[in-house]
């Protein structure tokens, strides 16, 4: 499956920010899909997960209660909804997919297929 994840930008402080993830080339529907970041110097993390129908889902602890994960399998895209934003959410952010993932929550080992990164700066 090929990923193309769009959607990065500048955004201020306790701003938001949409990105989104189009998937082509196969059935979209079978796989788990995730969002990770790399800020620079620092470790791919990751950020948040749903299933391959979209009923379940898992967030960092960073993630929880500001960004929101989900998908629309008739588009085979998924989404990242971001929410007040803070310096420190400052990374390339890239989606992933996996067809035998258990759950919705993996390291980045775990993921085989993978987007290129969209980069999001939160300037104070």
């Known amino acids: 499956v090929q990923l193309q994840a769009s959607g990065g930008g500048v955004v201020q402080v306790g701003g938001s920010l949409g990105l989104s993830c189009a998937a082509s080339?196969?059935?979209?529907?079978?796989?788990?899909m995730g969002w990770f970041r790399q800020a620079p110097g620092k470790e791919r993390e990751f950020v948040a997960g749903?299933?391959?129908?979209?009923?379940?889902?898992d967030y960092s602890n960073s993630a929880k209660g500001r960004f929101t994960i989900y998908r629309d399998n008739a588009k085979n895209t998924v989404y990242l909804q971001m929410h007040s934003l803070r310096p420190e959410d400052t990374a390339a952010y890239y989606c992933?997919?996996?067809?035998?993932?258990?759950?919705?929550?993996?390291?980045?080992?775990?993921?085989?297929?993978w987007g290129q990164g969209t980069l999001v700066t939160v300037s104070s």
């Open positions: 080339g196969r059935t979209f529907s079978n796989y788990v």
């Open positions: 992933a997919a996996d067809r035998f993932l258990r759950g919705t929550r993996g390291s980045s080992s775990e993921f085989e297929y």
């Open positions: 749903i299933s391959r129908g979209g009923g379940s889902t």
